[in-house]
T-cell receptor, first 117, second 112 residues
Framework: GAVVSQHPSRVICKSGTSVKIECRSLDFQATTMFWYRQFPKQSLMLMAT?????????EQGVEKDKFLINHASLTLSTLTVTSAHPEDSSFYIC?????????????FGPGTRLTVL | GENVEQHPSTLSVQEGDSAVIKCTYSDSASNYFPWYKQELGKRPQLIIDIRSNVGEKKDQRIAVTLNKTAKHFSLHITETQPEDSAVYFC???????????FGTGTRLLVSP
């Protein structure tokens, strides 16, 4: 159990276009999903926390108008990178949390590699 | 806010040796400490975790220890195998929320 999928796995786009990434919890309902960005050989950097039915909470320095997050249901969250530029090229990973005992455990999606030309 | 430091950044061992990765955290209220293994280009996978009311936890060749007083926790891998080669991340969860605060990662290389 606790499977999280992400789509697409890879995307290449031109500068100025928008890209949507989907994150789904396949076998459980996730009230909270998280979006991370990971640059090569670096750690995961939390971008935002997404709760179903409410606005996402963005980390300091992350532009909410550039990285649009929608959490439409308990199993789906989307991240849209608007007006993408080469510096947005990165590995984007989502996670979904599920209670395990008295703690919420995060399960990660397989990631989306975004390349902006 | 919480800050997690991780050492070493790289670790090379021979197959069969033990590997130890150490992390320190700053928020004494943090109460959950997971460890993730990430292979190149793949998702982080939870390999073991420990809660603040426990000092040690073991799962086959993997163990984690927690010293709340010193605010540090460690991952121990015994009888390492080449397939253990990956990047390992520690993390801490402050009681203020659900967010994972990650360490900087340790690249483990196990040579046959």
């Amino acid at each position: 159990g606790a499977v999280v999928s992400q789509h697409p796995s890879r995307v290449i786009c031109k500068s100025g276009t928008s890209v949507k990434i989907e994150c789904r919890s396949l076998d459980f309902q996730a009230t909270t999903m998280f979006w991370y960005r990971q640059f090569p050989k670096q750690s995961l950097m939390l971008m935002a926390t997404s709760n179903e039915g409410s606005k996402a909470t963005y980390e300091q320095g992350v532009e909410k108008d550039k990285f649009l997050i929608n959490h439409a249901s308990l199993t789906l969250s989307t991240l849209t990178v608007t007006s993408a530029h080469p510096e947005d090229s990165s590995f984007y990973i989502c996670s979904a949390s599920r209670p395990v005992g008295d703690t919420d455990t995060q399960y990660f999606g397989p990631g989306t590699r975004l390349t902006v030309l | 806010g919480e800050n997690v430091e991780q050492h070493p950044s790289t670790l090379s061992v021979q197959e069969g040796d033990s590997a130890v990765i150490k992390c320190t955290y700053s928020d004494s209220a943090s109460n959950y400490f997971p460890w993730y293994k990430q292979e190149l280009g793949k998702r982080p996978q939870l390999i073991i975790d420990i809660r603040s009311n426990v000092g040690e936890k073991k799962d086959q060749r993997i163990a984690v220890t927690l010293n709340k007083t010193a605010k540090h926790f460690s991952l121990h891998i015994t009888e390492t195998q080449p397939e253990d080669s990956a990047v390992y991340f520690c993390a801490a969860v402050p009681t203020s929320g659900q967010k994972l605060v990650f360490g900087t990662g340790t690249r483990l290389l196990v040579s046959p």
